[in-house]
Nanobody, 125 residues
Framework: QLQASGGGLVQAGGSLRLSCAAS???????????MAWFRQIPGKEREFVASISWSGGYRYYADSVKGRFTISRDNAENTMYLQMNSLEPEDTAVYYCAAKDGIGHKTEPVEYRYWGQGTLVTVSS
């Protein structure tokens, strides 16, 4: 299982740090899993935010968050993070963490097998 946390209400320009903790079967495979953050606004499709390879050596970002968000992971703690700076009202969404089997960067939600429950980020103007 994946458990996302760290969401909340923040003013534009502020920062938040999301965490995604793996437990159970996903924890045993955590160090070998390519992981990602997605976000979703009600009524819209889930969109890719960032992904990270098992070692952390490869990181990819959506153009909309590049330079503002940083994805990272701590395999010893079975936890992934998303540091979000310079937040904008357009970043308001439910943020989901996800993990996939195998290697390789993917941006489509269907490619990810394991999902957290989501954490709400609200950015006020």
């Amino acid at each position: 299982q994946l458990q996302a946390s760290g969401g909340g209400l923040v003013q534009a320009g502020g920062s938040l740090r999301l965490s995604c903790a793996a437990s159970g079967r996903t924890a045993s495979n955590f160090a070998m899993s390519w992981m990602a953050w997605f976000r979703q606004i009600p009524g819209k499709e889930r969109e890719f935010v960032a992904s990270i390879s098992w070692s952390g050596g490869y990181r990819y970002y959506a153009d909309s968050v590049k330079g503002r968000f940083t994805i990272s992971r701590d395999n010893a703690e079975n936890t992934m993070y998303l540091q979000m700076n310079s937040l904008e009202p357009e970043d308001t969404a439910v943020y989901y963490c996800a993990a996939k089997d195998g290697i390789g960067h993917k941006t489509e939600p269907v490619e990810y097998r394991y999902w957290g429950q989501g954490t709400l980020v609200t950015v006020s103007s």
